[in-house]
T-cell receptor, first 112, second 116 residues
């Protein structure tokens, strides 16, 4: 079985501050990991993904995430938050099956 | 626009009515998925097609739900005798053929269902 836990359903940062969204996973086999972003009343857009190889993954809009097997984590970071980053972020896992398993999501709020 | 499209975007129906949603995947994507997302939650897997074959179904997909992909292109999701608990966003996603080593899925904008 596979599962994803996102710590913090709501995160608030000031514009220009570091963004850190936490994701921990459980998987019996090496996982494929993803971060998606969802804006209100829209579908999900892929930010970045980890499959194999380099554990630090860079994505769109300045986001990056680091796969840490020993900590079973895949936290999402961005050095400097922008107002347009306010959205819901979902971490997801696929351990080579046919479905994505998502975490509960983290709503990011950016204060001016 | 060559992304995944879904129709309708919004649907309001009365309890007990049947509804049908359509999904058009990205051209040449042979894998198609349906997910359900309730308010404040992450999407939950419902079912998966490879070409026209429905290969996997979640236990969330009760007998009132049926999905088809008749020619391996677009897909429909039908809910019969809708209940208020069916109110959710229904998301469709597709992914390309081949080894699918990245298992990346591309999502449509979703259909928001409200059952009154």
């Amino acid at each position: 079985a596979q599962s994803v836990t996102q710590l913090g359903s709501h995160v608030s940062v000031s514009e220009g501050a570091l963004v850190l969204l936490r994701c921990n996973y459980s998987s019996s086999v090496p996982p494929y990991l993803f971060w998606y972003v969802q804006y209100p009343n829209q579908g999900l857009q892929l930010l970045l993904k980890y499959t194999t190889g380099a554990t630090l993954v860079k994505g769109i809009n300045g986001f990056e995430a680091e796969f840490k097997k020993s900590e079973t984590s895949f936290h999402l970071t961005k050095p400097s938050a922008h107002m347009s980053d306010a959205a819901e972020y979902f971490c997801a896992i696929n351990n080579a099956g046919n479905m994505l398993t998502f975490g509960g999501g983290t709503r990011l709020m950016v204060k001016p | 626009d060559t992304g995944v499209s879904q129709d309708p975007r919004h649907k309001i129906t009365k309890r007990g009515q049947n509804v049908t949603f359509r999904c058009d995947p990205i051209s040449e994507h042979n894998r198609l998925y349906w997910y359900r997302q309730t308010l404040g939650q992450g999407p939950e897997f419902l079912t998966y097609f490879q070409n026209e074959a429905q290969l996997e179904k979640s236990r969330l997909l009760s007998d009132r739900f049926s999905a088809e992909r008749p020619k391996g292109s677009f897909s429909t999701l039908e809910i019969q005798r809708t209940e208020q608990g069916d109110s959710a966003m229904y998301l469709c996603a597709s992914s390309p053929p081949g080894l699918a080593v990245t298992y990346e899925q591309y999502f449509g904008p979703g259909t928001r269902l409200t059952v009154t």
